[in-house]
């Protein structure tokens, strides 16, 4: 399985030193990838992780203050990278044609783009979940071809259980990832929205993902071996 560890806005310079010493320290037959805050990844220094990066420019380069172009990415060896992530549409407006272009600049410099969709609870309870993804998915890979289109790594991220701690049932995570499946057959499929070593023995009943997108967890490492050790039971 793909485990991906988002640490988000987290961790400074000292912290970031002492949480890799941990991670150096796990043992597991998944895959995993760390993707820390972009100031960390010029010191990434483990080999039992791949580089990720949570965010990329749209661009290609110039005058674009603050922004990291997949280019810049690519020379530090990053081989991974998050792009619509719930956070980043909603608190900087990030559209889904922002998002398209991004996933062009990564795939042009061949970084795997990580693509987050996730309904919010109100669309959930008014039964819009799957034309919202649908939506989602089909606009972020608009122009693709299908080599592109079969090398991004779909997270499904239902954005009302983001940090809240609640789950959805399997019933409706088979729902979701078999529809996803319907539409990239050959694609990898995580799941992310409060995974945690609690609730990873239901979601390991179900048989359609692919993988773990971990957000509060990919910090807390004692609790993240327990959570690969249940995987691989």
């Given amino acids: 399985m793909i485990i991906a560890l988002n640490n988000k806005c987290n961790l400074d310079k000292e912290e970031f030193i002492n949480y890799q010493q941990e991670l150096a320290n796990i043992r597991t037959n998944h895959q995993l990838i760390l993707c820390p805050s972009s100031l960390h990844i010029a010191n990434f220094n483990l080999v039992n992780c791949?580089?990720?990066?949570?965010?990329?420019?749209?661009?290609?380069?110039g005058a674009h203050t603050g922004e990291i172009s997949a280019s810049q990415l690519k020379s530090f060896l990053v081989k991974y990278?998050?792009?619509?992530?719930?956070?980043?549409?909603q608190e900087l407006k990030e559209t889904s044609q922002d998002i398209n272009q991004k996933i062009k600049q990564l795939l042009k410099y061949e970084i795997i783009p990580i693509l987050c969709i996730g309904e919010t609870e109100s669309e959930r309870e008014l039964e819009k979940t799957m034309p919202v993804l649908e939506e989602e998915l089909l606009l972020a890979t608009k122009d693709l071809t299908k080599e592109q289109k079969d090398k991004i790594i779909i997270a499904y991220e239902p954005i009302w259980s983001i940090g809240t701690g609640k789950i959805p049932t399997i019933e409706q995570i088979e729902e979701v990832f078999t529809k996803i499946k319907s539409i990239f057959p050959d694609n990898?499929?995580?799941?992310?929205?409060?995974?945690?070593?609690?609730?990873?023995?239901?979601?390991?009943?179900c048989q359609k993902i692919d993988g773990y997108l971990l957000g509060g967890l990919s910090l807390k490492v004692s609790e993240l071996k327990i959570f690969l050790k249940k995987l691989e039971n």
């Fill in 81 to 89: 990278c998050i792009v619509g992530h719930s956070e980043r549409r």
């Fill in 188 to 205: 990898k499929v995580l799941y992310g929205g409060s995974a945690n070593e609690k609730n990873i023995d239901t979601l390991h009943k």
């Fill in 50 to 61: 791949d580089l990720g990066s949570q965010n990329v420019s749209k661009e290609e380069t």
